[in-house]
């Protein structure tokens, strides 16, 4: 099952809606959770010409792969301690902790763009859909792009 989250989802809801997610009615075996990284929840500096991502697994997720199971995501650092992850991904995946299943949260930055859209497919198409036959319509990266662009040079990083 895909869940795609098209608004933002208030802290204070992220909970609720993790909770009607992942764990009452539906009980996934594995959970892989998209997001990006807050450059004021990063320990460090964040280039906006940078494309990075990194992973946060639960403990089980961590254990199966210590034991040789292959984990979901590979090729990712661990987010760097120190650093935050909130909202609805956090929400998602400390309720995989809880109800003790696997999860694994990828946090990628910028949060817009081209490079950061091309790292993404990149891993789903290695990591988690290998051997699964997929067609892309051509114009669809463009598309994005168009639509995606920062509307104001206040949101940028460059400009703060």
Known sequence: MIVLVQFSVTPERAHAVAKLLIGEKIIPERVLILDSVQSRNFRGRLSPDETIAFKLETSLERKNSDAGDSSLVKGLDYYPSGSVV???AAALLSRCQLKKIKGTLCVSWPDLG???MS?????????????INYTTDGDYENEYLRLSRRKDRIDSDLYT
């Open 114 to 116: 081209f490079p950061v």
């Open 86 to 88: 909130d909202g609805l």
């Open 119 to 131: 790292l993404v497919k990149s891993l789903l198409v290695r990591d988690v859909l290998a051997g």
